[in-house]
């Protein structure tokens, strides 16, 4: 009985963990466009259904503000170490970001942002 109850848990869990690798590997989850240009942030990086008066949210060596299609980032300094969860914890997006203004398309949701071991909750709305 044990054999068969830990055969069947054993069988879930990697069911679990394939679907994650799975959806890491996804050629349709979001890349991260680099905005060249100098400067922080212009009212040219927002997408048109954007306000106006959009709020940048200073973080720490860091700030962003978000948008209905996503986050936008501006890293004032090069080596951040950049990942982007969903709300159930599934990890969306990974990766080394230099210095410059960056990019994330998401959509609309909640989202945790984790930079430099430094863990935000992002809402785009």
């Known amino acids: 009985m044990y054999r068969t109850f830990f055969i069947f848990l054993l069988s879930v869990l990697m069911y679990f963990f394939q679907t994650e690798l799975l959806a890491q590997n996804d050629p349709a989850r979001p890349s991260v466009v680099k905005i060249e240009g100098a400067g922080q942030f ?38 951040n170490n950049v990942r982007l969860f969903a709300l159930t914890g599934q990890l969306i997006w990974s990766g080394e970001l230099v210095s410059g203004r960056f990019f994330i398309p998401t959509g609309v949701g909640i989202y945790f942002l984790r930079v430099n071991n430094k863990s935000y909750k992002v809402s785009c709305k």
């Open 42 to 79: 212009s009212r040219t990086d927002a997408d048109k259904s954007a306000p106006a008066n959009q709020q940048i949210i200073l973080a720490e060596g860091f700030s962003y503000y978000t948008t209905p299609a996503g986050i936008y980032m501006y890293f004032p300094r090069p080596n």
